[in-house]
């Protein structure tokens, strides 16, 4: 679609520069119109100016967060979709989110859901996000579900940074311990292999397993790479498979160290929802479905659709609950004493609340445990090659010695 940049005013007299999409300057000066714009020059761009600075450009989580605070404070002063998202495009300075804005407004405009939108951009707004915001669409609490959304995305950034902060040290240790692996490989251990070689000495087993690693890295690293690369990239195609994606997810809650942090995580965000969808006056079936698409693990949301299959049977969400899930004793109980006393939406926020601040000591708790068991991890790693070149070196001293 072709580009145009134009000037215009607002009926205050501010002048207003930008480029937009459209199938010509007719369809601009409309569009401007709509915005009560006073169109002053419009004229066709020789190119997209946005793609080429997009390539190079990319979208972080920051700019994905500020722009759900700005769509979310625009929806609530209650300015219309479109307005709001040429008003983000014309304040972002990043090219890449500039187009993506762009393209998601030419679908609205076009009668598409801000969801369906959203969804067409899956390296900018997870599963997650769409389907988070198609549930405030669904049960009409938009702005509560933005604004859950703006938490989610900035407790998992300061996540990010947490651990980024935590393995800062020890990725460079490992760093340097694979350089000098690499060197104690390459040169050290093939001499003492051919000096050993002569005196008709056994190499001791932590040298003979470096100079069988130096073995497959200088005959076999064709075969060795061609393997790998097998590996993993049936590994990835498996996970990308529902099957394989369900296991993923079951294991992750279960894992050492991260489990907890994703278990309490994925509950924070289920009472949340379920506590904003409880006031908006959904059907329970509805509800359930809609958090079966925003939990974000496909573990739990296997068993909240059971939930709601129970459910539709007859049965009591606290019974179905008991029955079909995994959750923590303090979820269930808490889903049983909101049903009996119908007060679900308190319940819920007190429980999403508990385990939002959970999840924060557990990212604690991991961060605090991460650098020591690197640590150990990277002594035993010093150890062995210690061994390797050592050992060699006093069998050696012992021979020349007799």
Request: charged content about 20%.
């Amino acid at each position: 679609m072709p580009h145009f940049k134009y000037r215009a005013r607002k009926p205050s007299g501010e002048l207003v520069r930008e480029s937009v999409e459209a199938d010509s300057s007719v369809a601009v000066a409309k569009r401007l119109g709509a915005m009560d714009l006073i169109p002053i020059d419009i004229r066709e761009e020789s190119g997209a100016p946005d793609s080429a600075g997009a390539v190079f450009e990319r979208i972080k989580t920051t700019d994905v967060i500020m722009f759900t605070r700005q769509l979310l404070t625009l929806y609530k002063a209650g300015l219309p979709f479109l307005s709001s998202l040429d008003a983000i495009k014309a304040q972002t300075s990043n090219p890449a989110l500039k187009r993506v804005v762009s393209e998601i407004r030419t679908d609205v405009e076009a009668g598409a859901t801000l969801s369906k939108a959203l969804s067409k951009h899956p390296k900018v707004f997870s599963e997650v996000y769409v389907s988070t915001v198609l549930a405030g669409e669904t049960g009409g609490v938009l702005d509560q579900v933005m604004n859950r959304l703006v938490f989610l995305l900035e407790n998992e950034m300061e996540t990010r940074r947490m651990m980024k902060s935590a393995l800062r040290y020890p990725l460079t240790v490992v760093g340097a311990m694979v350089a000098a692996f690499f060197v104690i490989v390459t040169f050290v251990i093939p001499t003492f292999s051919k000096l050993f070689a002569r005196f008709g000495e056994d190499l001791p087993l932590p040298t003979r397993v470096l100079v069988g690693i130096n073995t497959v890295r200088q005959d076999y690293w064709h075969v060795a790479l061609v393997a790998v690369a097998a590996a993993v990239t049936g590994v990835i195609l498996y996970l990308r498979t529902p099957s394989g994606r369900l296991k993923l997810d079951a294991f992750l809650l279960k894992a050492p160290l991260i489990g907890s942090i994703i278990t309490k995580g994925t509950m924070a965000r289920l009472a949340h929802m379920f506590g904003t969808l409880s006031d908006s006056g959904l059907p329970i079936l509805k509800e359930l479905e809609v958090i079966a698409r925003t939990v974000g693990n496909r573990r739990i949301a296997q068993q909240v659709t059971a939930v709601r299959g129970a459910v539709q049977e007859g049965s009591n969400l606290a019974g179905a609950l008991e029955k079909g899930t995994e959750f923590p004793p303090l979820v269930k109980h808490m889903f049983a004493v909101g049903e009996k006393t119908g007060a679900m939406s308190e319940m819920m926020e007190a429980v999403g609340d508990h385990y939002d601040r959970e999840t924060k000591a557990a990212i604690e708790q991991l961060t605090q445990a991460v650098e020591p068991l690197i640590t150990l991890v990277l002594g035993a790693g010093l150890l062995f090659m210690a061994l390797a070149v050592f050992l060699p070196m006093w069998d050696m001293m012992q021979v020349m010695g007799q």
